[in-house]
């Protein structure tokens, strides 16, 4: 049969769990808290304490999904066989940084934390899956939140590189692909997820985001260098939330805002790849009355630059530069990102737009302003699924939305752009990190829990199970 697909013959197939969504154990092996063991469940208190973490050391919820999660902690082996039966070439997943070290400050590692991790890659190893790890994925302990006020305090970079250090030492010869921060860009929004800190706590809540983001910055850099120095064939990544923004209108407004709009994530990606702030940092800086602080050797640790970029992708949004349209206009939920409505394009049962050209959009766009390897880290589609009474769940709308996104994906490939590879999000139901609950499901493999964490915990494939594992072996090129 002639081959119609682009991927190539060592492309990186799999899927992406995080340790805060997928591990639960939350203090088992010594571990200390991150932000997410202090969000409920429920929508409106989740987002409510997710932009007033005061909240969350004061109040008292019935539930907090992140205690269990899946019970990965203890599930991991169970769970590893069942992806290597997909064929999986890789697995993302994160290290929770309070694992290894429980209040973030902290000289010494915890040994059993890195004792969990060992065995958690050596079961990967096994089946010939790489590991594709994230350095930092909504886990900043929660120590350094209350002590430090989180990444806002330079300190953190120093807690930062001594767990890099640690890390990359431990898993040497074992880990090869590293990314440092998931989406990075999630500061501008969600900062207590992204960098531990209150917004609220300042006088000026965008200088406070944008210090955070220097010390990330630094922090990523030095991971670079330091994870090169140990190991030199390590790749090492930074991860972006993308999704290209389409204007509204051809207004030049709407063009220049939907222009603004994607600079807020390439701001940090421009400084990952190229090693240097961008020109157009200066007046945005000024304008928005911000003084960064920056160390004189700041420079030229940021020339440390990433070898990949990692990025999710999960829609596009369609935004205005115009006031009127703002403020009227019906608008929809995103990763991240709200969007006004596309009329073009349908959307998921919570409401983010499905647009899988816009995934080869986004692509070409990250592959021509960077011409470095990207990695798709994160794709999927969050939906309800239905059990039959034989025990079957045909998640056939899955695999709808992925087919056509690896479709889209192959495209971008034949346009010229160099991929590494595609990781699905949460290929194993896992929780969810915006709402908080179980019923918004990504995976090929169901895990019977609910919202509550009530249930069997009990693993079960799905149709998609088969649909991917095909896939997989067939390098992409029967869907
Ligand atoms: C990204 C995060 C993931 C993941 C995903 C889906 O922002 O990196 O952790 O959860 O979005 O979002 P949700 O779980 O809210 O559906």
């Not at 973490?53 to 999660?69: I, R």
């Given at each position: 049969m002639n081959k119609t697909k682009s991927f190539p013959e060592n492309f990186l197939w799999g899927g992406a769990i995080a340790a805060n969504q997928y591990e639960g154990g939350y203090k088992e092996g010594g571990r200390g808290l991150g932000p997410v063991d202090f969000l409920p469940n429920k929508d409106e208190d989740r987002v409510h304490v997710m932009y007033n973490?005061?909240?969350?050391?004061?109040?008292?919820?019935?539930?907090?999904?992140?205690?269990?999660?899946i019970d990965g902690y203890h599930y991991f082996k169970e769970d590893i066989a069942l992806f290597a039966e997909m064929g999986f070439k890789c697995l993302r997943l994160s290290i929770s940084w309070p694992r290894i070290f429980p209040q973030g400050d902290e000289k010494e590692p915890n040994e059993a934390g890195l004792k969990f991790y060992d065995d958690l890659f050596d079961e990967c190893l096994k089946y010939d899956i790489e590991p594709v790890v994230t350095l930092?994925?909504?886990?900043?302990?929660?120590?350094?939140?209350?002590?430090?006020?989180?990444?806002?305090?330079?300190?953190?970079?120093?807690?930062?590189?001594?767990?890099a250090t640690v890390v990359f030492n431990r898993y040497k010869g074992k880990v090869k692909y590293w990314l440092t921060f998931n989406e990075i860009n999630i500061l501008q929004v969600l900062p207590f997820l992204g960098g531990s800190f209150d917004q609220n706590k300042f006088e000026n809540p965008t200088q406070a985001k944008y210090q955070a983001a220097h010390h990330q910055l630094v922090a990523s850099?030095?991971?670079?260098?330091?994870?090169?120095?140990?190991?030199?064939?390590?790749?090492?990544?930074?991860?972006?939330?993308?999704?290209?923004?389409?204007?509204?209108?051809?207004?030049?407004?709407?063009?220049?805002?939907?222009?603004?709009?994607?600079?807020?994530?390439?701001?940090?990606?421009?400084?990952?790849?190229?090693?240097?702030?961008?020109?157009?940092?200066?007046?945005?800086?000024?304008?928005?009355?911000?003084?960064?602080?920056?160390e004189p050797e700041d420079a030229d640790i940021l020339k440390n630059t990433v070898d990949f970029i990692g990025f999710s992708y999960y829609s596009t949004k369609v935004v205005s530069g115009d006031e009127k349209v703002l403020s009227s206009a019906e608008k929809t939920d995103g990763n991240i990102f709200s969007s006004l409505e596309n009329?073009?394009?349908?959307?998921?049962?919570?409401?983010?737009?499905?647009?899988?050209?816009?995934?080869r959009i986004t692509m070409n766009?990250?592959?021509?302003?960077?011409?470095?390897?990207?990695?798709?880290?994160?794709?999927?589609?969050?939906?309800?699924?239905?059990?039959?009474?034989?025990?079957?769940?045909?998640?056939?709308?899955?695999?709808?939305?992925?087919?056509?996104?690896?479709?889209?994906?192959?495209?971008?490939?034949?346009?010229?752009?160099?991929?590494?590879?595609?990781?699905?999000?949460?290929?194993?139901?896992?929780?969810?990190?915006?709402?908080?609950?179980?019923?918004?499901?990504?995976?090929?493999?169901?895990?019977?829990?609910?919202?509550?964490?009530?249930?069997?915990?009990?693993?079960?494939?799905?149709?998609?199970?088969?649909w991917y594992k095909e896939l997989i072996a067939s390098n992409g090129d029967i869907m």
């Open positions: 973490p005061h909240l969350a050391m004061s109040q008292t919820f019935d539930y907090y999904p992140s205690h269990k999660a930092n994925h909504f886990d900043t302990p929660i120590y350094l939140y209350e002590k430090y006020d989180g990444w806002t305090n330079r300190s953190v970079i120093d807690f930062f590189t001594n767990y850099a030095l991971a670079t260098k330091i994870g090169r120095e140990v190991d030199s064939n390590n790749m090492i990544g930074c991860m972006l939330a993308a999704g290209e923004s389409y204007p509204n209108t051809c207004n030049p407004d709407d063009i220049w805002e939907a222009k603004m709009m994607d600079r807020e994530g390439f701001f940090f990606i421009d400084v990952q790849v190229r090693g240097h702030y961008p020109s157009y940092s200066k007046r945005f800086f000024e304008e928005h009355n911000l003084t960064i602080h920056q009329p073009y394009l349908p959307k998921s049962q919570w409401g983010w737009i499905i647009d899988p050209k816009g995934l766009t990250l592959y021509d302003r960077y011409q470095i390897p990207l990695f798709v880290v994160e794709n999927g589609l969050g939906a309800v699924d239905k059990i039959e009474d034989n025990g079957d769940i045909i998640d056939d709308y899955r695999i709808d939305y992925l087919r056509e996104h690896i479709l889209a994906m192959d495209e971008a490939i034949k346009d010229g752009v160099d991929v590494l590879g595609y990781t699905t999000w949460g290929c194993i139901d896992i929780i969810s990190a915006g709402t908080g609950q179980m019923s918004k499901r990504y995976g090929f493999i169901y895990v019977d829990v609910d919202d509550w964490g009530k249930g069997t915990f009990k693993r079960s494939k799905k149709k998609s199970f088969t």
